[in-house]
């Protein structure tokens, strides 16, 4: 395997600007190493070879002409299918939109190409971002490369496993209510929900509105800090963009590295933790709140009492604004059309043929759940209670955070579990969002990076909150964990998954 694919994305970068390498033959690597192990892994749906090759030639020319660069520039990236790609079919994981190529690039896509980052392809999900193991692909599932008869997490178990499995050094995922840290966990990999209004929506495929928030899958926190730098900031096409200029992210991450835990508060939710969590994850958090304790960090624990009502309020709020926001694709716009098979084809009844063959279970599920709860009669006692619920949690955090400067959990209550294990029980499935649900519900950031692996084996997710447009402080306590943890591991965790042989 080729030593390029196991650097991280600072350490390619910092090789690409010492001029060692070209990002030509960076990007080649990538490339060979998704057509050697993707057959197995499944976390691309589609990859663009040629279009990466000419946009790292694009950045090679450019430094050999002297231009200054982004420091990201020709390090290679994979984005989620749910992100609109100009000139890339774009599937949201889909038969909805299967073959659909956009006319248009995304705000953050827009970014990564004005930073020179190659785009691999594109990375396999659940259908609309609806899952935690991206079985409801209605393209198959993605394998976790740690394991491949287990899930990679979901929805964006495509983004977190490319990573995992070093066919990208960076990848972009979306997280609505866990989708890019509990895959994160579950592959021992970083991600990054960013505050809500922190990275623009706009060319996102949306799944609910209020909750929805792209962010960095890596394996590094300083890699998602310099991911971050690139996507976030303002946009005047996302009306709910934060308008401030952001701090460095990156410069954040460098400094927590290496900096002090001594007097740093941290509230252990006791809410997201103790029964229904497995003790081997349950362990290996422990473990890590030891490592802050060594370190001069303060453990406390906190209460948020109206987080056991967050998972039902998420699964009102969420349906309900899927509902409104999956209208559009009725077979009269763009996307598939299905005619229906006798009589008249009525724009109603081409509508029901369309989207009752181009939906999967899951995504019906939710839109019957969410134009049930919106309808007359029962919209205050669901949706309007939800939205109360809503407030709670956001109190709830706002209490948290005048005790302390960052809360912390398990990213998920469960390490990687076989496939078929969650299919047919959807609540089951949901359970898996428990600890990463309320975050979204308040629009604050939060993180997961690796704190060790369970007694499976399989790796486990520590989760770190901060209150909103603190994005910083994750960064820096993130980088100080994971140095303590590194210093504990003597290498990184993603070294013990067990090796994907090439060609099979
Ligand atoms: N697993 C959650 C759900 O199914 C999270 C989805 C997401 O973050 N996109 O809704």
Redesign the pocket.
Same mark, same amino acid.
């Not at 971002?129 to 935690?132: D, E, I, K």
């Not at 979306?174 to 989708?179: A, I, R, W």
């Given at each position: 395997m080729s030593e390029l694919i196991r650097l991280t994305a600072a350490e390619l970068a910092a090789t690409l600007a010492a001029g060692e390498v070209s990002s030509v033959e960076a990007t080649q690597a990538h490339l060979d190493r998704i057509g050697a192990v993707d057959g197995d892994v499944h976390a691309f749906l589609n990859v663009s070879d040629a279009e990466a090759l000419a946009s790292a030639a694009a950045v090679d020319a450019a430094r050999a002409a002297g231009e200054t660069l982004h420091p990201l520039a020709g390090v290679p990236i994979a984005v989620k299918d749910v992100v609109v790609t100009k000139g890339q079919v774009t599937t949201a994981g889909s038969k909805m939109l299967e073959g659909w190529v956009p006319p248009y690039d995304a705000t953050l896509v827009t970014r990564l190409r004005e930073a020179g980052l190659p785009i691999l392809g594109k990375t396999n999900m #659940?259908e609309f971002?609806?899952? %935690?193991s991206t079985e409801h692909s209605a393209y198959g599932p993605t394998r976790n490369p740690w394991d491949l008869g287990r899930i990679p997490g979901? %929805?964006g178990g495509g983004s977190a496993a490319a990573v995992a499995a070093y066919e990208a050094p960076l990848a972009i995922g /979306? #997280? /609505? $209510? $866990?989708?890019i840290r509990?895959p994160a966990a579950v592959t021992g990999t970083v991600g990054v929900k960013p505050t809500y209004g922190s990275v623009s929506r706009y060319g996102l495929i949306a =799944?609910a509105s209020s909750l929805d928030q792209a962010g960095p899958c890596t394996r590094t926190v300083l890699d998602s800090a310099l991911l971050h730098d690139v996507i976030g900031g303002h946009d005047p096409r996302d009306s709910t963009s934060l308008p401030e200029a952001a701090p460095s992210y990156a410069d954040a991450a460098r400094a927590g590295a290496h900096g002090d835990l001594k007097g740093l508060r941290v509230g252990v939710v006791t809410e997201l933790g103790g029964e229904g969590y497995e003790p081997g994850v349950r362990a290996s958090f422990q473990a890590a709140l030891d490592a802050l304790t060594a370190a001069g960090a303060d453990i406390v624990e906190v209460t948020c009492p109206s987080f056991s009502a967050a998972l039902a309020a998420y699964y009102l709020i =969420?349906p309900s604004e899927a509902s409104s926001n999956l209208a559009k694709f009725d077979g009269m716009r763009y996307g598939l059309r299905v005619e229906p098979g006798e009589g008249a084809a009525t724009a109603e009844r081409v509508m029901s043929a369309t989207r009752g063959a181009g939906f999967g279970d899951e995504v019906k599920r939710r839109i019957i759940l969410g134009t049930y709860a919106l309808s007359a009669g029962y919209y205050d006692a669901y949706y309007g209670s939800a939205q109360k619920v809503r407030t709670l949690i956001q109190r709830d955090f706002a209490a948290a955070f005048e005790q302390v400067d960052v809360l912390v959990s398990p990213t998920a209550p469960t390490t990687a579990f076989p496939f078929g294990a969650k299919l047919d029980d959807p609540l089951a499935m949901y359970l898996n969002?428990v600890a990463t649900i309320p975050a979204n519900l308040a629009g604050i950031p939060g993180i997961s990076l690796p704190s060790g692996l369970s007694d499976d084996g399989l790796p486990v997710g520590f989760q770190i909150l901060a209150p909103a447009r603190q994005d910083a402080r994750l960064y820096g306590v993130g980088a100080a964990l994971e140095t303590l943890l590194l210093d504990d591991w003597g290498a990184p965790l993603l070294s013990r998954a067990p090796k994907l042989e090439v060609s099979r």
């Open positions: #659940d971002a609806m899952g %935690s979901g %929805s /979306t #997280d /609505t $209510g $866990g989708s509990q =799944l =969420l969002d």
